[in-house]
């Protein structure tokens, strides 16, 4: 008598427990409701090694604190990790490129806004052959570089520039840490990789760097992304990022002794030095000057970039199983124009935040 | 008052109980994803179960856009084609060397401390080293399974032969036996089932490194494109295949049970005794 029923009793508790941990599980879905605490997920790359310094300098907090907000600036290990991380509503920001903020947070319906356009690469990313230096020698080799990522991107713009297409290589998927390892090796002969990685492979002998991000300036854009709900009901998280970063950039770029501190910093935090950080950042287009960002945003350029970019991303799947064509997801730019599907603008750019800090009314 | 070691499960209890927690998991797992797609109708991170059958299909049935393969089936033959060659590479040698290590003590002295010093390193930091010596393509990825399986499978299987009771070496020797003949007729017969349980064993680590190393350069792969597709968070895609693995996984070790069964039923019969 007792013995099924106590069985079923356990059962309905262990139901229980297992109902409650389900919703325990349910992560901070992005709520759009105000709030004063924030975070952050920033990656390491020499575009975003800003946000380590202003985090560690304390400058995020004391723009945080004028606007009577927390903000919280965490460092993820993996770039990627990180934006799926924001796409799963963990973080209310995170350090990302244009095309990664389209094919990953956008394309999963998580409505994002780029308030903060940090820089280009302008040489930072690259195609590498071994043993000559004419790009079109390219054709039927195993090219190994990460999927689908700018690399890509850049694998593609490269071969279009030389009138092939991928169908004329074999992309072989390495991982951005093992890229260096194997291109040591005697049967990699060709990989497009990003720096600090590309640097590594530049410096080998018999390596050549035959197209790089200088190649196509301005389409692969380093910006901050925010959560567009959460940052349309709380305007000062905007403000108080901007007004961080443009502080930042004004302390990175001088020559005197805080400029040269505030990039040694960074250059640690990166795992490199001084020189080797340097080096970076003259193959990055930063803009130090909020003025520039609005310009660079406010031109045709970051449309043309987007339209290349949607096209690539459609092509390889990245929207999604159910986008039937490049329109599917919209991409509006600061004059409120809009790429694809005007009901389903994932993707926003906008200069208003920008322009505030160059007219200093931040 | 029966004590609750005593009480034992009927046949259909026994049956709802083996059920009842994958039924809380799918349960618990259809709650979360319910709530999420509520409040974001194309959140990628835990799609619907009609969603994922209906990508499992298309997975399994229709050609892909870019390389015209249905890429289930291409990305199930790479992977199975690499997990058994390290496999059977790792068995090959296991049985020759821990047999003859086991066996003869000028050997073991040679090579056991070795071999237990190599089992120590962990594969994946040598990884460079791995691609150095057998280049990124096939050879390294079966390679790494073998590196990573192989050490403690022979470990295993050397143990195993220092088992075999004194006695029976001596009347093999009586009998004129040569060592050989030893090896041969006592000592590998007598391993083989051992090393198929080893086997089993080794199987789940064989599986982590052949992801491990389809994650680092790959064109096909059950891994490659778990890793690939992990990019744009397309767990529609990364759920059925995790489903799959584990399913022929599964399938791998039961094969390798009733294969044990059919070819050493004497060993599977005093096993139970």
């Given amino acids: 008598m007792k013995r099924p029923n106590r069985t079923r009793s356990t059962a309905r508790r262990v139901a229980g427990a297992g109902l409650l941990a389900a919703m325990l599980a349910l992560p901070g879905l992005a709520s759009a409701q105000e709030k004063d605490s924030f975070r952050i997920a920033w990656s390491i790359y020499v575009g975003w090694m800003p946000w380590s310094y202003g985090d560690s300098a304390g400058i995020v907090d004391k723009w945080a604190d004028r606007y009577d907000i927390e903000i919280d600036v965490v460092q993820i290990n993996d770039y990627i990790e990180s934006i799926n991380l924001y796409t799963a509503g963990e973080f209310d920001g995170v350090t990302i490129t244009n095309m990664d903020a389209l094919a990953i947070p956008a394309a999963s319906g998580v409505d994002t806004t780029l308030p903060i356009i940090g820089d280009f690469s302008n040489g930072n990313d690259g195609v590498v052959l071994k043993d000559t230096d004419e790009l079109t020698d390219i054709e039927g080799q195993r090219v190994n570089l990460v999927e689908l990522s700018v690399s890509h991107y850049l694998l593609a713009r490269a071969l279009e520039s030389v009138g092939m297409s991928e169908r004329d290589v074999t992309v072989v998927n390495t991982s951005d840490a093992d890229i260096v390892g194997t291109f040591s090796t005697p049967d990699v002969t060709a990989a497009v990789t990003w720096n600090p990685q590309l640097s590594e492979l530049r410096a080998m002998p018999e390596a050549n760097v035959v197209f790089d991000s200088s190649d196509i300036p301005g389409e692969i854009i380093d910006t901050l992304a925010l959560n567009t709900e959460v940052l349309e009901a709380n305007p000062e998280l905007g403000k108080a990022l901007t007004g961080a970063w443009y502080e930042i950039m004004a302390r990175m770029s001088g020559d005197d002794e805080t400029g040269v501190d505030a990039r040694t910093r960074m250059a640690e935090a990166a795992g490199t030095d001084l020189a080797g950080y340097e080096a970076q950042l003259a193959s990055t287009q930063m803009f130090y000057d909020a003025a520039d960002a609005v310009e660079f945003v406010t031109s045709d350029q970051p449309e043309a970039t987007m339209d290349n970019v949607r096209q690539f991303a459609y092509d390889r799947g990245l929207l999604g199983a159910t986008a039937t064509s490049p329109d599917f997801v919209g991409i509006e730019f600061t004059d409120g124009s809009v790429l694809g599907s005007e009901d389903n603008v994932k993707l926003r750019f906008t200069s208003e935040y920008m322009e505030m800090a160059a007219e200093d009314t931040l | ?273």
Avoid at chain 2, 61 to 77: F, K, M
Avoid at chain 2, 132 to 144: N, P, R, T, W, Y
Avoid at chain 2, 225 to 244: H, S
């Fill in chain 2, 1 to 273: 008052m029966k004590r609750l070691i005593n009480q034992r499960p009927g046949r259909a209890m026994g049956g709802l109980l083996m059920l009842l927690p994958f039924v809380l998991v799918v349960v618990a797992y259809m709650a979360a994803s319910m709530a999420r797609l509520a409040d974001n109708p194309d959140d990628k991170l835990l799609p619907s179960l009609m969603t994922m059958a209906d990508s499992f299909a298309r997975l399994a049935t229709e050609p892909s856009r870019r390389t015209g393969e249905i890429l289930l089936w291409a990305d199930t033959a790479a992977s199975l084609k690499r997990l058994l060659a390290g496999v059977a590479i790792s068995m090959v040698a296991a049985i020759i060397i821990g047999t003859t290590t086991g066996l003869i003590p000028y050997l073991r002295r040679t090579l056991s401390p070795f071999i237990a010093a190599l089992a120590m390193i962990p594969p994946l930091t040598i990884l460079p080293i791995l691609f150095i010596a057998f280049g990124v393509g096939e050879l390294s990825k079966i390679m790494l399974i073998v590196f990573g399986i192989l050490p403690f499978m022979m470990r295993d299987i050397q143990q195993r032969v220092e088992e075999i009771p004194d006695e029976q070496l001596v009347k093999a020797q009586t009998l004129g036996g040569s060592t050989w003949q030893i090896l041969l007729r006592v000592t590998i017969p007598q391993t083989l089932p051992r090393l198929f349980d080893a086997t089993r064993l080794a199987l789940g680590a064989a599986w982590l490194f052949l992801i491990a190393s389809e994650a680092i350069a790959a064109e096909q792969g059950l891994g490659y494109r778990i890793f690939l597709v992990r990019r744009y968070l397309d767990m529609q895609t990364i759920i059925p295949y995790v489903a799959w693995i584990t399913l022929l996984a599964f399938s791998l070790d039961w094969s390798l049970r009733r294969l044990t069964a059919w070819l050493f039923p004497w060993y599977v019969a005093g096993r139970s005794a």
